[in-house]
């Protein structure tokens, strides 16, 4: 069972655009949602994370907006630039901490 | 400051041939290690997850094996691979007290 679900599969964004990536869970007892950035033939990296106790975290052109109460967040990139192509998992975890529950991920392309 | 290695990088191996796969981590003590598998294209999926040395837990049953002779190495073994044991091999690992996972490089793995 998908625990969090992604969406777009797919993404396609002009240079300088807005990319929008958005997951949603169930699981209430989730409490951290981070967003790894993958590039072809490399492993994940953290992005950025958030905690369900603030609505938006921002560092540089990535933000992630959290909704608690519709159980969604969502990875915003600004002025999306060719080299933000990449593949973009959400997350989240709860109070167990062991596990990351992973999106199956979005395949960002960004067009010059 | 934290490394993790993952070697080999590529490895292409006979269908029924065993596997050995190796992770360590540097710069940490008594991390959490975690083994994913990524198909082309699809998302991570958790195969085993360690607390502390011969503590293994398995989250799918299949095929592969896992053990941790020592604190900060992790290895994925197989005695006989099948054709659906190709796919990017990914080792994680993470703080005892936070929840990031900081993922290797990886190791791309081709059954024949």
């Known amino acids: 069972q998908q625990q969090v679900k992604q969406s777009p599969q797919s993404l396609i964004v002009q240079k300088g655009g807005i990319s929008i990536i958005n997951c949603a869970y169930e699981n209430t007892a989730f409490d951290y949602f981070p967003w790894y950035q993958q590039f072809p033939g490399k492993g994940p990296a953290l992005l950025i994370a958030?905690?369900?106790?603030?609505s938006e975290k921002k560092e540089g052109r990535f933000t992630i907006s959290f909704n608690k109460s519709a159980k969604q967040f969502s990875l915003h990139i600004m002025d999306s630039q060719p080299g933000d192509s990449a593949t973009y998992f959400c997350a989240a975890s709860g109070n167990s901490g062991y596990a990351l529950n992973f999106g199956k991920g979005t395949s960002l392309l960004v067009t010059p | 400051s934290q490394t993790i290695h993952q070697w080999p990088a590529t490895l292409v191996q006979p269908v029924g041939s065993p596997l050995s796969l190796e992770c360590t981590v540097e710069?940490?003590?008594?991390?959490?290690l975690y083994w994913y598998r990524q198909a082309a294209g699809r998302g991570l999926q958790l195969l085993f997850y360690s607390v502390g040395i011969g503590q293994i837990s398995s989250e799918v049953p299949q095929n592969l094996s896992a053990s941790r002779p020592q604190d900060r190495q992790f290895i994925l073994s197989s005695k006989k691979l099948l054709l659906s044991d190709s796919g990017f091999y990914l080792c994680a690992w993470r703080r005892l007290t936070r929840e990031t996972q900081y993922f290797g490089p990886g190791t791309r793995l081709l059954v024949l």
């Open positions: 710069g940490t003590s008594n991390p959490n």
């Open positions: 958030i905690r369900p106790d603030v």
